[in-house]
């Protein structure tokens, strides 16, 4: 049976290489606009962007989605005659905020678009290196929900008395009788106070006269 012998220096290459392979790497959106008097110059130079970023700056991904993009890189190309150029760029993060060093200056201000490529990676790596080791923001705290408030105890209703719903029906009225007063029986109360109004008539033009 073969033993594998793993040297130091393999493990050491192997963990680099890892490392290098887990990290992210930042994307970034070219846009480019070209002015000139030849006719070279109406050409689009982010496809000259796209082969100077693979060749100088393997680091970072070139992404035709500005929405996915992490950087986005600005050349305004200038070409005057046969050997007059200029580029300048000017190189944003996802917030479009020009990466520090680059907006101190105004851009970056080269004689050939490969030397504003080295420029602009070099100040993309930078930005981006800072950002992964910067500490995530702390997460805002999440506020308990409030509890549920206890129901409002029910109306408690007054208890009604039987006796105030008693049916009138059970109250017995007894007739009044009317009893005359003396023993005397009621012809004699009428006749009686049938002479009484008579002498009271006859007293209205003879005050002499008293009835009892």
């Not at 594998?4 to 680099?16: E, K, M, R, S, Y």
């Not at 480019?32 to 109406?42: D, E, I, L």
């Not at 962007?49 to 100077?52: N, R, S, Y």
């Not at 050939?112 to 080295?118: E, H, L, Q």
């Given at each position: 049976m073969k033993t594998?012998?793993?040297?130091?220096?393999?493990?050491?290459?192997?963990?680099?290489c890892f490392g290098q392979e887990s990290q992210p790497q930042p994307r970034i959106f070219l846009q480019?606009?070209?002015?000139?008097?030849?006719?070279?110059?109406?050409r689009d130079q982010s496809m000259e962007?796209?082969?100077?970023f693979a060749k100088?700056?393997?680091d970072v991904k070139v992404t035709i989605l500005q929405n996915a993009a992490d950087y986005t890189v600005i050349l305004n190309h200038i070409e005057v005659g046969a050997f007059g150029r200029d580029n300048q760029f000017q190189v944003a993060n996802r917030e479009g905020d020009m990466l520090g060093g680059v907006r101190e200056k105004g851009g970056i201000k080269s004689g050939?678009?490969?030397?504003?490529?080295?420029a602009a990676c070099a100040a993309i790596m930078s930005d981006w290196q800072a950002r992964l080791a910067a500490p995530p923001a702390p997460e805002a705290p999440t506020q308990d929900p409030a509890p549920a408030s206890a129901p409002a105890p029910a109306p408690v209703q007054p208890a009604?008395?039987?006796a105030a719903y008693q049916p009138q029906s059970s109250v017995q009225v007894q007739p009044a009788t009317v009893t005359p007063s003396g023993g005397d029986s009621l012809g004699d109360a009428a006749r009686k106070?049938?002479?009484?109004?008579?002498?009271?008539?006859?007293?209205?033009?003879?005050?002499?006269?008293?009835c009892k």
């Open positions: 594998l012998h793993i040297t130091l220096p393999a493990l050491i290459l192997a963990g680099i480019a606009t070209s002015h000139g008097n030849v006719w070279a110059a109406r962007m796209a082969k100077d100088n700056c393997p050939s678009i490969n030397g504003g490529v080295k009604v008395s039987q106070a049938k002479q009484h109004k008579a002498c009271l008539e006859l007293a209205k033009d003879n005050p002499s006269i008293v």
